[in-house]
């Protein structure tokens, strides 16, 4: 069974930086496309960044040049390092495992609890 688990969310100054993680468990992120998305009060889930197998990584227009997806294969982590946050960036933050095509506007299939992202 697949469990996907959150961290590192919290208050934040804007401007400032936070890094999230997302430990996978039955579920290896280097064999398969692992993305984050978020979601803010009163407006839809929005995918943020994405990565397949092959390290091929793609990104929001809202997040690209401040955000960074990345992954540890020995920790078996996934992490996006979000810089230079803007009010725009509060949101509820979730990771996710296993779509179709890898593509952010895909269903996916397993996703975490979510970690909370707000300014402070």
């Known amino acids: 069974q697949v469990q996907l688990v959150e961290s590192g969310g919290g208050s934040v100054q804007l401007g400032e930086s936070l890094r999230l993680s997302c430990t996978a468990i039955?579920?290896?992120?280097?064999?398969?496309?692992a993305g984050w998305f978020r979601q803010a009060p009163g407006k839809e889930r929005e995918g943020v960044a994405s990565?397949?197998?092959?390290?091929?990584?793609a990104y929001a227009g809202s997040v690209r040049g401040r955000f960074t997806l990345s992954r540890d294969n020995a920790k078996n982590t996934l992490y996006l390092q979000m810089n230079s946050l803007k009010p725009e960036d509060t949101a509820m933050y979730y990771c996710?495992?296993?779509?179709?095509?890898?593509?952010?506007?895909?269903?996916?299939?397993?996703w975490g609890q979510g970690t909370h992202v707000t300014d402070s």
């Open positions: 996710a495992a296993e779509a179709r095509r890898c593509l952010l506007a895909d269903q996916w299939t397993y």
């Open positions: 039955g579920y290896a992120w280097d064999r398969y496309c």
């Open positions: 990565i397949d197998r092959f390290g091929f990584m």
